[in-house]
């Protein structure tokens, strides 16, 4: 299980919460993100393509620092002191989430940290995931409203995606050469699995009610 951790790193910018829950509604989870604190987003997935997924939609912009626990987790349906009940989450994949949010939030200008049973596994992904970082945190609002419209995968969009721009598809190409988006997509896999080789072996997670809410 991959429990994924954003911290916003400006409080003075406001709540940018809400912002960032749209941005991650299309990433598949276990448990979905939400809310944990004021200033902290919490999700965890089963899946190292949606984890990864995650960590970029929080590093574009600069404004959250990402950690990702790689590990075992136990869902037990609780109540809070309110009678509210909800989702506790505990076990090894919460413990390294929480390490790695730590070290994130000290980390210089690409914020992503990976915590896992083994070290040297972790370290591997995150300096894939730093990599990717640094290429969404680099692109401008200009390339941001081209590579917004792009499909990976897909064929012949750059016409379209000009079109409804009203820009010349030359000027689309070049937004997308410039923005690394190809490098992007293609690396993305690599950082997937090397995210999967963290996993302890054997370790199974829990979906149980994978609508409520996380408290940990």
Not at 42 to 54: E, K, L, R, S
Not at 64 to 92: F, K, N, Q
Not at 172 to 189: C, F, G, H, M, N
Request: glycine residues 10%; neutral net charge; proline residues 6%.
């Amino acid at each position: 299980m991959y429990v994924v951790s954003l911290d916003q790193r400006r409080h003075e910018a406001g709540d940018l919460v809400p912002a960032l829950l749209r941005r991650l509604g299309d990433v598949g989870t276990v448990v979905p993100f939400q809310r944990a604190r004021p200033h902290t987003v919490q999700g965890i997935t089963a899946d190292p393509d949606a984890a990864v997924a995650a960590a970029l939609a929080g590093l574009r912009g600069g404004a959250w620092s990402v950690g990702i626990g790689v590990g075992p987790v136990r869902l037990e349906t609780a109540a809070d002191p309110e009678g509210r009940t909800g989702l506790r989450a505990d076990g090894p994949g919460t413990v390294q989430a929480h390490r790695a949010a730590e070290a994130a939030a000290l980390a210089g200008r690409v914020p992503v940290c990976v915590a896992a049973a083994d070290p040297a596994d972790a370290a591997r992904a995150q300096a894939v995931l730093r990599l990717l970082g640094r290429i969404v945190a680099q692109r401008t609002d200009a390339e941001w409203r081209v590579v917004d419209l792009l499909v990976p995968g897909a064929r012949g969009q750059q016409k379209v995606v000009a079109a409804e721009l009203g820009i010349t598809p030359q000027a689309v190409s070049k937004a997308v050469a410039r923005s690394l988006w190809q490098e992007e997509w293609d690396a993305r896999p690599a950082a997937a699995r090397l995210l999967q080789l963290c996993e302890p072996a054997g370790a199974q997670g829990s979906t149980r009610n994978p609508s409520e809410t996380i408290h940990s």
